[in-house]
């Protein structure tokens, strides 16, 4: 069965640079959320989407920007890239966004480390 | 706001053992109860779900029941196996007013190593 897509998988990019990555759902979900996971630390949501708008923001600075495209990937842009950014990026995605059966599939996440 | 109390780790035991991860959650609706496992390297992975009171979600040998009157939704397995070493987080869900609005709330996961 087809899985969420990360790309890429490692990252590794030095401060104050910009990072893009990119996220597939799968196929006929229709909402995508994004996750940091610092070391040794649980996922924090940072935003999501459904069916291409912004549906719900959490702990996301202002540095970073997400949307999602007409076929339903999203890309999470990153600028200004301080140390502290060093985490894995996990997208998930979901159908039945709505209904209590729904549930969200995880992407490999993108580690993503900056020097 | 929705929160996670899950059981401080690392978790050491010999290979059959039994097992149990306790998690106690807060939410301001009726949320939906997650266990989520992560193995060294890899990505979240559902292990099991329940998503009204009384639900027992199962997989893999492993179990939980929704305990809406002890906002409780601990993991158990009879006799863990060396493969079942990974992180476990449990989380919850909130069906929000809006689709796209169901963010998963994790509780700061349980290192589980188990020993032949």
């Known amino acids: 069965a087809a899985g969420v897509i990360q790309s890429p998988r490692h990252l590794i990019k030095e401060k104050r640079e910009t990072a893009t990555l990119k996220c597939y759902p799968i196929p006929r979900h229709d909402t995508v959320y994004w996750y940091q996971q610092g070391p040794g630390q649980d996922p924090q949501f940072l935003i999501s989407f459904y069916e291409k708008m912004q549906s719900d923001k959490g702990s996301i600075p202002d540095r970073f920007s997400a949307q999602q495209f007409s076929d339903y990937h999203s890309e999470l842009n990153m600028s200004s890239l301080e140390l502290g950014d060093s985490a894995l990026y996990f997208c998930?995605?979901?159908?039945?966004?709505?209904?209590?059966?729904?549930?969200?599939?995880f992407g490999p996440g993108t580690r993503l480390t900056v020097t | 706001g929705d929160s996670v109390t899950q059981m401080e780790g690392p978790v050491t035991l010999s290979e059959e053992a039994f097992l149990t991860i306790n998690c106690t959650y807060t939410a301001t609706g009726y949320p939906s109860l997650f266990w989520y496992v992560q193995y060294p390297g890899e990505g979240l992975q559902l292990l099991l779900k329940a998503t009204k009171a009384d639900d027992k979600g199962s997989n893999k040998g492993f179990e939980a029941t929704y305990r809406k009157e002890t906002t409780s939704f601990h993991l158990e397995k009879g006799s863990v196996q060396v493969s079942d070493s990974a992180v476990y987080f449990c989380a919850l869900s909130d069906l929000g007013s809006n689709f796209g609005n169901e963010k998963l709330t994790f509780g700061t996961g349980t290192r589980l190593t188990i020993i032949p």
């Open positions: 998930a995605s979901s159908p039945q966004a709505g209904t209590r059966d729904y549930e969200q599939y």
